[in-house]
């Protein structure tokens, strides 16, 4: 039997979503609509039996969606109580076991993804670089330095490094779009699996332009491999502290 996941309210005459995972997709639909305001913080959302229903879905399906949203910040589940929806916070939230676009994130804010660009070059990739991507040192690698901005206002500063053989010969660095995934995805190369190290840091040498250098970052050092496992980015993203929260489901 194959599930199908309607638009909310629209009943069984609702458009088909093509995402594949119905827990994520039903997930972000739920998040777009709690920043839409359908549910005020503290109030109710729905039962599992009745989002089952609206959607289309199994209840288990449901549950797991939830349990994404609550990860998230977005929600808490008291049990036999039900699911309500949590206060919402300056910072953006992300759940650090999804593998999302960071303009995807910002966007479900109800917010508006940008990007300065600092560096977009090919160039030799450094020994860390060429042992993140498993290549030779001084393999070609197109090479990026980027601040993500939220509404105008800078949240990260990331730094990227993608083997250039996975791009077109004659790519312009100057015209790749803001989204990294957005690039692999136009290259071939999707990320599917991301292995992640998660530090504190600061200090001056993180970022550029006008900014306090004694500000906290979560920095992440991340190597994103392909569905066949093999590297296509390596990243450094340091995130303002406060400006971007990370969370993780725990279970026992």
Known sequence: MTSTVME???GPTGRILKTANLRVQVADNLRARLFAGEWDAGHRLPTEGDLALEYGVSRATIRAALQQLEAQGLTKTKHGM???ASPYFAAI???????RSMNETIRDH?????????LREFRPATEAEAKALDVAPGTSVLATERAILADGKPIAFSYEAVPARLLPK???????PDSMFALLDQVGA??????????????PEIGWGDRDPGTVYVYLHQVHYDAEAKPVVVSRSYYHEGGFQFSVLRVR
């Not at 939230?93 to 593998?99: F, V």
């Not at 109800?110 to 600092?118: D, N, Y």
């Not at 004659?170 to 790749?176: S, Y």
């Open 8 to 10: 909310p309210g629209s």
């Open 82 to 84: 039900g699911t309500y």
């Open 93 to 99: 939230k992300a759940g650090l076991q999804e593998l």
């Open 110 to 118: 109800g917010m508006e993804p940008g990007v300065e660009w600092h």
């Open 170 to 176: 004659d790519l312009d660095p100057t015209t790749i």
């Open 190 to 203: 999707p990320p599917r699996t991301s292995v992640a190290e998660i530090h504190a840091a600061t200090g």
